[in-house]
């Protein structure tokens, strides 16, 4: 072979190995399972937002007024989605989790939450879109947060 030929070959993998690492890692433009830089899924799940999540988390991703403290009947109040809430600090999967099956089914022994799952009302593919419009509004600096907490637990896994 050529020597041209080899360096191409040489460069060329290395490119793939390279590749393989970021994605691994979690690194590049868009770690983690919601396609929050897609501006389709991000529009659709905009919509299924106000169709599905918008009644108690807010139309402004708001949440319900004083979130923290626990109703008369011991669940908590809708959090809010926006950067003053606490979704951000839970991995994609854990956040697909919750809304694919609920936080008492995630939480086991007896939680009691007005949270419930969306498995059979929204597909997984819909799920992401959800999810990809709230990181959307997120400010840059909470996505990169969210980004690296996202890698940290795919490396960890």
């Given at each position: 072979?050529k020597a041209?030929?080899?360096?191409?070959?040489?460069?060329?993998?290395?490119?793939?190995?390279?590749?393989?690492?970021?994605?691994?890692?979690?690194?590049?433009?868009?770690?983690?399972?919601?396609?929050?830089?897609?501006?389709?899924?991000?529009?659709?799940?905009?919509?299924?937002?106000?169709?599905?999540?918008?009644?108690?988390?807010?139309?402004?991703?708001?949440?319900?007024?004083?979130?923290?403290?626990?109703?008369?009947?011991?669940?908590?109040?809708?959090?809010?989605?926006?950067?003053?809430?606490?979704?951000?600090?839970?991995?994609?999967?854990?956040?697909?989790?919750?809304?694919?099956?609920?936080?008492?089914?995630?939480?086991?022994?007896?939680?009691?939450?007005?949270?419930?799952?969306?498995?059979?009302v929204l597909?997984?593919?819909?799920?992401?879109?959800?999810?990809?419009?709230?990181?959307?509004?997120?400010?840059?600096?909470?996505?990169?947060?969210?980004?690296?907490?996202?890698?940290?637990?795919?490396?960890?896994?």
């Open positions: 072979m041209s030929v080899l360096l191409g070959l040489a460069a060329a993998t290395a490119v793939a190995f390279a590749g393989a690492a970021m994605m691994q890692a979690g690194a590049g433009p868009q770690a983690g399972l919601f396609p929050h830089n897609d501006a389709a899924a991000v529009a659709r799940g905009a919509s299924l937002y106000g169709d599905y999540c918008a009644s108690c988390h807010g139309a402004n991703l708001e949440g319900q007024p004083n979130w923290r403290v626990r109703l008369a009947n011991g669940r908590l109040p809708a959090p809010p989605h926006d950067e003053t809430g606490h979704t951000w600090h839970h991995p994609d999967a854990q956040l697909f989790d919750i809304v694919k099956w609920g936080t008492a089914a995630l939480v086991g022994n007896g939680y009691e939450s007005d949270m419930a799952g969306y498995d059979g597909s997984d593919t819909e799920i992401k879109e959800v999810m990809a419009y709230i990181k959307s509004t997120w400010p840059d600096h909470i996505i990169a947060r969210h980004d690296e907490m996202n890698a940290r637990m795919s490396v960890s896994q």
